[in-house]
Structure formats: C-alpha cells, structure tokens
C-alpha cells in the first residue's frame, strides 16, 4: 500500500494567514493526488483533484500543487470557516489510500 | 444536485454481518461517468477505503478487507449496499458512502452525511 504522511499534523493560525499543508507519498503517484476538507461532525468534501485541479464551488484561496512524492495544500488568506481536518487521498493505486489529517485551529 | 444517504443498523454483535443502504438522490446511479464507493472513519481517526462498485456490478476492495466485504449495487432503486461480516469492534467507525470519479483521478464527491456503526454486544 502507499502511505500518505502529511505534515504538520495540526497548526494554529489567524484569520488572513497563508497556510500550507504537505503531503508525501511512499512512492512516486504522479499527479493522483486528491485533497478534502472535514468539518467536525460532517462528511469529507472535495477540495483539489489531480493535484492542482480546484473542485467546481470551491473559492479560489485554495490551491494545491506538486508531483511525484512531495505536494502542497496552500489557503492563500485563511478564513473563519476553514477551520477543519484538511486530508490528501492518493488515487493512483488500490487501495486508495488517505493521509492521516492536517487539523486547521483558530490562533 | 446529487445526494447520497445511508442507512441500517447503527449497532451491530460482534461476529454478525454489516448491512449498511447508500440511496442515491438528483442523479442516475447507472450514469457511465462514475463508481460508487464506501469509505469509514473511527470516533478520531482518519479515512479508510473500503471498496468501490460500477453500475454494471463491477467492484474493486481495499485488499485488507477483501475477504468480509461485498458491495453489490440496485440500480432499481438507485442504490448501492455494504455488507462487512464477522465484525470486531475495530470496525465500529462512521461510514461514508460516496460518488467516485472514473476520470482516472478516483476522487470522491459527493459524500453522505455518512451513519455511525457500532460494534458491541
């Protein structure tokens, strides 16, 4: 299986912040890279697909990049209701395989 | 605007089958552009794969589950089923059922509000 190991685990941060989240891949996935965002009590929602593909409805602050191993969830200016679980999914091998989450808290 | 809803028992003996409900709403579970997947998280913990169906009956599981798990899809009824046995208290976690995409990149959108199972006598 390829593990997904995202850091930092938590972060504190204040509204307007820029804030990036990494994810590493055991192995090289290309650009099979998905990130979610997970408000407490509430299902996963689909931020970026296929590394830097922004999901239709999701505000433009958001952006991922990367590929190969290495990748990056940036908020450009970080607002009240961005505070979550933020998750990267690989998607290039079975079994799809999540990182164990990055939580956003309010500094 | 496409919904998924899942539904079954939210308690469930050790040793007994898993039977959870994932109705599709605002959309063809036949429709040739996707799968359909489950997904489950433990109270605290992260996000696991359990398995994916087509419309025509075709399944994919995540290999640590492979031998307790089917997924079988009724596209009468616009739904699609889990069935997980033998069941430990290591799979009392809330389950998401989930629209996967079949663009090559297996994203999954949308979710369910996904249903809390737990596993105890």
């Known amino acids: 299986d390829i593990q997904m190991t995202q850091s930092p685990s938590s972060l504190s941060a204040a509204v307007g912040d820029r804030v990036t989240i990494t994810c590493r891949a055991s192995q090289s996935i290309s650009s099979y890279l998905n990130w979610y965002q997970q408000k407490p009590g509430k299902a996963p929602k689909l931020l970026i697909y296929?590394?830097?593909s922004l999901q239709s409805g999701v505000p433009s602050r958001f952006s991922g990049s990367g590929s190969g191993t290495d990748f990056t969830l940036t908020i450009s200016s970080l607002q009240p209701e961005d505070f979550a679980t933020y998750y990267c999914?690989?998607?290039?091998?079975?079994?799809?395989?999540f990182g164990q989450g990055t939580k956003v808290e309010i500094k | 605007q496409l919904q998924l809803q899942e539904s079954g028992p939210g308690l469930v003996k050790p040793s007994e089958t898993l039977s959870l409900t994932c109705t599709v709403s605002?959309?063809?579970?036949?429709?040739?552009?996707?799968?359909w997947g489950w997904i489950r998280q433990p109270p605290g913990k992260g996000l696991e794969w359990i398995g994916s169906i087509y419309y025509s009956g075709s399944t994919y599981y995540n290999p640590s589950l492979k031998s307790r798990v089917t997924i079988s899809v009724d596209t009468s009824k616009n739904q699609f089923s889990l069935k997980l046995s033998s069941v430990t208290a290591a799979d009392t976690a809330v389950y998401y059922c989930?629209?996967?995409?079949?663009?090559?990149?297996?994203?999954?959108?949308?979710w369910g509000q996904g249903t809390l199972v737990t596993v105890s006598s």
């Open positions: 605002g959309g063809a579970i036949s429709s040739s552009s996707y799968y």
């Open positions: 989930a629209r996967r995409g079949r663009d090559g990149y297996n994203w999954f959108d949308p």
């Open positions: 999914q690989q998607s290039y091998s079975i079994p799809w395989t």
């Open positions: 296929a590394a830097s």
